[in-house]
């Protein structure tokens, strides 16, 4: 496919890119195959043989557990017999004659057929039970095999599975739109000195995943991040009060009324809250001084009626708006699409020509068939600009994780692995082509190609701060939480200093502990009387606890990563990376550090990957 421009965004989607990511992530797939000498026949009939032999231990496992109903259904029926039994002849002491003798000769039939009952179970239904397991056994065990025959056919598949996957499925599709395999410190610091974006700052919020990418060089970022925030808790409490009243009835006879009320209190407190948040933050030097707004409408599950309807009481609206700045001087005009300007009610912009230099005419058709088209999302996203920087927040994205893990791909049916792999990044495309589709829809933001920046200032760091805290975010919460943590753990990092290619950072993990309360609360009760109601409410006190991390690229593919050595030690290290506190991922390594910036396990690992690197 050839480097063009989208001009269409929404109708490009349905008309090629739709199917296209679908057919060059199987292909992709298929190649895969190919390159890892694949026996996809072998494979076929080994997960035939394992579905069979599965299915034949599920049916002998129904009959075995139909022959257990049945002999607890017999062990019941015995128990009431032999209940029955000794009921009836406690009875047959208070009868006389006839049934006197039937009361004993029954319990006596009971107890006969219970026996009878009991030898039924044990030489029969336990030995049909015993059978029907061994058969269920053997068939899963043999299906068992056929899994791990499929397992090793595709050995070498699952292997290959690498986080680079994606950036080169993505560029396949459409090469407008790179994903880059780890966020770079010079796409940063370009982000940082020419637009002015800069580190996660926020003490509340940390960075769970990043990915950057752009569209014909300009630079984006998508962020997830975990944030917590405080807000007010309301802490209920309650008592119930008793109270008598007395009256007299029309006979003047005294009564005495018996009164329960059950009195409630409530406090509001502050208490943390813990939120995750996806945001695509995106740069362009075009319109570079225009900031505005766009808020979801709802529009997309409107009908034809309600839009227009819409769009005639919003134009109402934007006329008194224009007629309010021709008095007191603001700079506000209304485009000549109302349909547009309502739907997408970007008013709050502060630049009319630059504005109007951004939306075009086919900006604004394009806009406006996203906002109202049903599938996939619709007008689900919230759009930002501030000057340079664009930032797109989307329902849709908060569901969707865009840090691909390869390992989500590994099974052992190659059939159903590659339904899942064309299926994931059928909904990793969308997902983040409808994330980019309100900056594609503006052909300003694709014809304004940004220029080669070169920032001659040594780096501050070897990795970025946002790849630093979402590696700090890969480790076990437990480890790095202060020991008396009762809430989720936010985790910050700061770089301490760059050694060579290594980067030793600071990880601070913010949480608290509480400490309980009981405020009384005066309550006026049915009897007349105030009552003092307790609540009892939690105060969070903030805690905080420091490790350090090491973290470096090491350039390595996950395959030369695990498996491209046979040194013991290399592999024993590696194969237990989460006992000794590291973590791969895309070439980047991370370990926590014990005892100040010293760690023996570490350092053999690190010397080791030295050499089998060179």
């Given at each position: 496919?050839?480097?063009k421009e989208i001009l269409?965004?929404?109708?490009?989607?349905n008309?090629?890119?739709k199917?296209?990511?679908r057919d060059?992530?199987s292909?992709?797939?298929?190649e895969?195959?190919?390159n890892?000498?694949?026996?996809?026949e072998?494979?076929?009939?080994e997960v035939?043989q394992?579905?069979?032999?599965?299915?034949?231990a599920?049916a002998?496992?129904k009959?075995e557990?139909?022959?257990?109903?049945?002999?607890?259904l017999?062990?019941?029926?015995?128990?009431?017999?032999?209940v029955a039994?000794g009921?009836?002849?406690?009875?047959?002491?208070e009868?006389?004659?006839?049934?006197k003798?039937?009361?004993?000769?029954l319990?006596?039939v009971l107890i006969?057929c219970g026996i009878?009952?009991?030898?039924?179970?044990?030489n029969?239904?336990n030995?049909?039970?015993?059978a029907r397991?061994?058969?269920?056994?053997?068939?899963?065990s043999l299906?068992?095999e056929?899994?791990d025959?499929?397992f090793?056919?595709v050995n070498?598949?699952?292997?290959a599975?690498?986080?680079?996957m994606?950036s080169?499925?993505?560029?396949?599709?459409t090469?407008i739109?790179?994903?880059?395999?780890v966020?770079?410190?010079?796409?940063?610091?370009?982000?940082?000195?020419k637009?002015?974006?800069?580190?996660?700052?926020?003490?509340n919020?940390?960075?769970?995943?990043v990915?950057?990418?752009?569209i014909?060089?300009?630079?984006?970022?998508i962020?997830?991040?975990y944030n917590?925030?405080?807000?007010?808790?309301v802490?209920?409490g309650?008592?119930?009060?008793?109270?008598?009243t007395t009256?007299?009835d029309?006979?003047?006879?005294?009564?005495?009324q018996?009164h329960?009320?059950?009195l409630?209190?409530?406090?509001?407190?502050?208490?943390?809250f813990?939120?995750?948040?996806t945001?695509?933050?995106?740069?362009?030097d075009?319109a570079?001084?225009?900031?505005?707004?766009?808020?979801?409408t709802n529009?997309?599950?409107?009908s034809?009626k309600?839009?227009k309807?819409?769009?005639?009481?919003g134009?109402?609206?934007?006329?008194?708006?224009v007629?309010?700045s021709l008095?007191?001087?603001?700079n506000f005009?209304?485009?000549?699409?109302s349909?547009f300007?309502?739907?997408?009610n970007?008013?709050?912009?502060?630049?009319?020509v630059?504005?109007r230099?951004l939306?075009?005419p086919?900006?604004q058709?394009?806009i406006?068939?996203?906002l109202?088209?049903k599938?996939?999302?619709g007008?689900?996203?919230?759009?930002q600009?501030?000057?340079c920087?664009n930032?797109?927040?989307s329902?849709?994205?908060?569901?969707?994780?865009?840090?691909?893990?390869?390992?989500?791909f590994i099974?052992?049916?190659?059939?159903n692995m590659k339904?899942?792999?064309?299926?994931?990044?059928?909904?990793y495309f969308?997902?983040?082509?409808f994330?980019l589709?309100?900056?594609?829809?503006?052909?300003?933001y694709?014809q304004?190609?940004t220029?080669?920046y070169i920032?001659?200032?040594?780096?501050?760091?070897?990795?970025?701060?946002?790849?630093q805290e979402?590696f700090?975010?890969?480790?076990?919460?437990?480890?790095?939480?202060?020991k008396?943590?009762?809430t989720p753990?936010?985790?910050?990092?700061?770089?301490?200093?760059k050694?060579?290619?290594?980067?030793?950072?600071?990880?601070?993990?913010?949480s608290?502990?509480?400490?309980s309360?009981?405020e009384?609360?005066?309550?006026?009760g049915?009897?007349?009387?105030f009552?003092?109601?307790?609540?009892v409410w939690?105060e969070?006190?903030?805690?905080?606890q420091?490790?350090f991390?090491?973290?470096?690229?090491t350039k390595?593919?996950?395959h030369?990563?695990?498996?491209?050595s046979s040194?013991?030690?290399?592999?024993?290290?590696?194969?237990?990376?989460r006992?000794?506190?590291i973590?791969?991922?895309r070439?980047?390594m991370?370990?926590l550090l014990?005892?100040?910036?010293?760690?023996e396990a570490?350092?053999?690992?690190k010397?080791?990957?030295?050499?089998?690197?060179e």
């Open positions: 496919m050839e480097n269409e965004p929404l109708k490009e989607y008309n090629l890119f199917n296209l990511i060059n992530a292909n992709y797939f298929d895969l195959v190919k890892n000498e694949i026996n996809v072998a494979n076929r009939d035939k394992f579905n069979e032999n599965t299915k034949n599920l002998w496992e009959k557990n139909k022959s257990k109903n049945i002999k607890g017999l062990i019941t029926l015995v128990v009431i017999m032999f039994s009921i009836l002849f406690y009875l047959s002491q009868q006389t004659n006839f049934l003798v039937l009361f004993i000769v319990p006596i006969i009878f009952v009991i030898i039924q179970i044990k029969k239904i030995k049909q039970i015993e397991r061994k058969k269920k056994e053997e068939y899963f299906a068992k056929h899994q025959n499929a090793r056919i070498r598949l699952n292997e599975f690498d986080w680079n994606t080169r499925i993505i560029e396949k599709t090469p739109i790179r994903i880059d395999d966020f770079q410190t010079d796409k940063f610091e370009y982000l940082c000195e637009y002015g974006f800069s580190d996660n700052l926020d003490p919020s940390s960075t769970q995943y990915r950057s990418g752009d014909e060089g300009n630079p984006f970022v962020v997830n991040t917590q925030e405080m807000r007010d808790k802490y209920q309650s008592i119930t009060i008793h109270w008598t009256y007299r029309s006979q003047g006879h005294s009564h005495t018996y329960t009320q059950v409630t209190a409530q406090v509001v407190k502050p208490a943390p813990y939120y995750y948040n945001k695509l933050v995106y740069g362009c075009a570079p001084n225009l900031s505005f707004g766009h808020e979801p529009v997309n599950n409107m034809e309600q839009i309807s819409m769009v005639k009481k134009d109402k609206q934007l006329n008194k708006k007629a309010k008095k007191t001087g603001e005009t209304k485009m000549a699409n349909e300007e309502v739907l997408f970007g008013d709050d912009r502060d630049n009319e630059e504005f230099l939306f075009t086919l900006a058709k394009n406006v068939d996203l109202k088209t599938e996939p999302f007008d689900d996203f919230y759009f600009k501030r000057k920087l930032y797109i927040t329902d849709h994205s908060q569901g969707f994780n865009y840090a691909t893990n390869p390992n989500e099974g052992f049916d190659l059939e339904e899942r792999f064309i299926d994931y990044y059928d909904l969308k997902n983040l082509y994330d589709a309100p900056l594609l829809s503006i052909p300003a694709q304004t190609k220029h080669e920032y001659n200032i040594p780096y501050k760091a070897n990795i970025t701060g946002y790849e979402s700090a975010n890969k480790f076990d919460k437990d480890i790095l939480k202060h008396d943590t009762v753990v936010i985790l910050k990092t700061n770089l301490e200093r050694n060579n290619k290594e980067d030793i950072v600071k990880i601070t993990a913010h608290f502990k509480t400490i309360h009981t009384y609360i005066s309550k006026l049915g009897d007349g009387r009552h003092n109601v307790p609540v939690y969070y006190i903030p805690l905080e420091e490790s991390m090491g973290i470096e690229d390595l593919s996950k030369e990563f695990y498996n491209n040194d013991e030690n290399y592999q024993n290290i590696v194969h237990n990376t006992k000794n506190g973590i791969y991922e070439g980047l991370s370990y014990n005892n100040g910036f010293n760690n570490v350092d053999k690992f010397s080791l990957l030295q050499r089998k690197g």
